[in-house]
Structure formats: C-alpha cells, structure tokens
C-alpha cells in the first residue's frame, strides 16, 4: 500500500464486528471499555458477579452502535468456570476476536497484614483466572489480529509499599503478557497489558477517601490527578483494533506520568 492509500484507509482504529469479552465489566474500567468499544462498533460480552450492575452496562450500550451481552460468572468460584464463560461467549458472538483480561483485586496490605487467603484471593483473580481464560480463549483466537488486552498496572512496573499480594500479581501479568505474546505470535495474535495509573474507581475509593492519601496520589502522579475510567478507552480501542497489529509482549502505560519519574 503506499502512504497516501493507508491514509485514506478505512480507521484502523475502527471495531465494527469485531466481537469482544470484557471480564470486570460491571463497573470501573471494565465497564467503561465496554461502552467504549460498543460505541466503535463491537459486540461485546460484559462478564462479572453482580447481574444487576451488569445489566445497567448493558442498558447503558442502549444507544451505540455495537451491542452488549451481559453474561453472570465469579472467575474464581472453580477451575472450569472461566473455560465456561469463554464458551458462552463464543457462542453468543459466534466467534472471539478480543479478550479483555480486567477483573482484579486489590486487598491494600503489606506483608504483616496479608493473610494467606487474601493472597490467594488476589493471585486467583489477578493471575490465575487470566491464565485459564487465556488458555480457554486460545481456540478462538486464530484468525489473525485477534488480540488479547491484559489490565496490569503501573503496579506491574513498580511498587509500592503496603500492597504485596498486588504487586506481585501485577507483575506476574506482566510476565505472563510476554510469554503468551511470544508463543501465540506463531499465529498473529497480538497480546499487550494496558497499565493504568490511579484511576477514580471503586478500587481506589477507600484511599482517596483519605485526604492525606489523595493528597499524596496527586503529588505521585506528574499531572496533578487521577484518571477517570473514560481515560483508558482510547488506549484500550488502540490495543483492540488494527491500529496495534505490529505490536505485541509490551506494556501501554497510562499513569499521568507516575513511572516516568
Ligand atoms: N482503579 C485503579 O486505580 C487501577 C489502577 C491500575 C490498574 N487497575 C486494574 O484495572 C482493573 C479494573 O479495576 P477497577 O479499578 O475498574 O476495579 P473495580 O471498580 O473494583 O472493578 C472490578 C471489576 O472486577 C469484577 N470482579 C471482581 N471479582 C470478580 C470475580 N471473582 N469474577 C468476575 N468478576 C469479578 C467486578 O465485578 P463484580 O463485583 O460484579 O464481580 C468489577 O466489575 C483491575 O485489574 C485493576 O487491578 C486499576
């Protein structure tokens, strides 16, 4: 193709038809990524626990362009769940081409406090069920430029102090991120972490209740803020679409500056 004719290219960032499983997707970031990628175009598939909060993502998409299914799973209930829910959603969207590895847990302790069933609790969801849905997707992830987006963190790049279980197993995603980049590029399927810095979700709403704690997550972070969930579309639609197809094993780090320091 020569430039001209890639610039008037249809929009590679484009994700019309392409069929996409969101895990997390009852609120946070998961959710806004869902609506995000139901307005480019997508049919998605919105997984959580809470069908209530699920269903309002889902009234939410009323509007958009895409489509949105919520489908009710707990990723850590048992080892075949997530292989279920991968099998519903295929079968719902009649194929997958995105998976969207959000749903996490952060239990905000320091190795003294940490508990061996709340380190179990955070490497179950934030490792262990990425890997099983990862290996259950692996199937349908064939047809070149399927992508699969694993939610890390900055937390997969440094840390921090007080949160071990956490980093641990945001780092763990971010190894996992590489091998699995590396093994499925035999099939030209692309695998990157998206790694947001402090976002305004639930996850952070015990500590910038605190004023001096949101003082200090302002102070860390260069821009002065924490993001909105919103923040995280456009990276995660570049991740998605066409517009990644030559990138793969890397991290998107979207933290106002924080690692840059
Ligand atoms: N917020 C931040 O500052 C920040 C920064 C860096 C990275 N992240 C990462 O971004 C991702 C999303 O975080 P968030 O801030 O949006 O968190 P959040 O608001 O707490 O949302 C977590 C999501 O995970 C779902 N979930 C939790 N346990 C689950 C389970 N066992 N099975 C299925 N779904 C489950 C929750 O839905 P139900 O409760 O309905 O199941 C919810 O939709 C996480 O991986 C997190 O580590 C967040």
């Given at each position: 193709?020569?430039?001209?004719?890639?610039?008037?290219?249809?929009?590679?960032?484009?994700?019309?038809?392409?069929?996409?499983?969101?895990?997390?997707?009852?609120?946070?970031?998961?959710?806004?990524?869902?609506?995000?990628?139901?307005?480019?175009?997508?049919?998605?598939?919105?997984?959580?626990?809470?069908?209530?909060?699920?269903?309002?993502?889902?009234?939410?998409?009323?509007?958009?362009?895409?489509?949105?299914?919520?489908?009710?799973?707990?990723?850590?209930?048992?080892?075949?769940?997530p292989a279920q829910m991968v099998a519903r959603a295929a079968e719902l969207l009649g194929g997958i081409d995105v998976l969207v590895?959000?749903?996490?847990?952060?239990?905000?302790?320091?190795?003294?406090?940490?508990?061996?069933?709340?380190?179990?609790?955070?490497?179950?969801?934030?490792?262990?069920?990425?890997?099983?849905l990862c290996r259950a997707a692996s199937p349908y992830l064939k047809d070149g430029g399927a992508k699969v987006i694993n939610i890390a963190s900055i937390f997969g790049h440094v840390g921090t102090r007080e949160e071990i279980a956490y980093i641990t197993s945001k780092h763990a995603v971010m190894g996992m991120t590489k091998a699995l980049a590396l093994e499925w590029a035999r099939k030209d399927v692309q695998v990157n972490a998206l790694c947001p810095g402090f976002v305004d979700t639930d996850m952070i709403a015990r500590a910038v209740s605190d004023d001096a704690t949101a003082k200090y997550l302002r102070r860390m972070t260069p821009l002065g803020r924490w993001a909105q969930p919103e923040e995280m579309v456009g990276p995660a639609v570049f991740l998605a679409s066409a517009a990644s197809d030559f990138m793969t094993g890397q991290a998107l780090i979207i933290d106002g500056g924080y690692t840059a320091q």
């Open positions: 193709m020569t430039l001209t004719e890639t610039a008037q290219a249809a929009d590679t960032f484009d994700l019309t038809g392409r069929r996409a499983v969101v895990t997390g997707a009852s609120r946070g970031i998961g959710r806004a990524i869902t609506l995000g990628f139901a307005s480019r175009g997508a049919q998605v598939v919105a997984v959580a626990r809470s069908a209530d909060d699920l269903d309002e993502t889902s009234r939410l998409s009323a509007d958009l362009d895409g489509a949105v299914f919520p489908v009710v799973a707990d990723l850590c209930s048992s080892d075949d769940g590895n959000n749903a996490g847990y952060d239990n905000e302790q320091g190795v003294d406090d940490t508990t061996t069933e709340e380190w179990d609790k955070v490497i179950d969801l934030n490792v262990r069920s990425q890997f099983l």
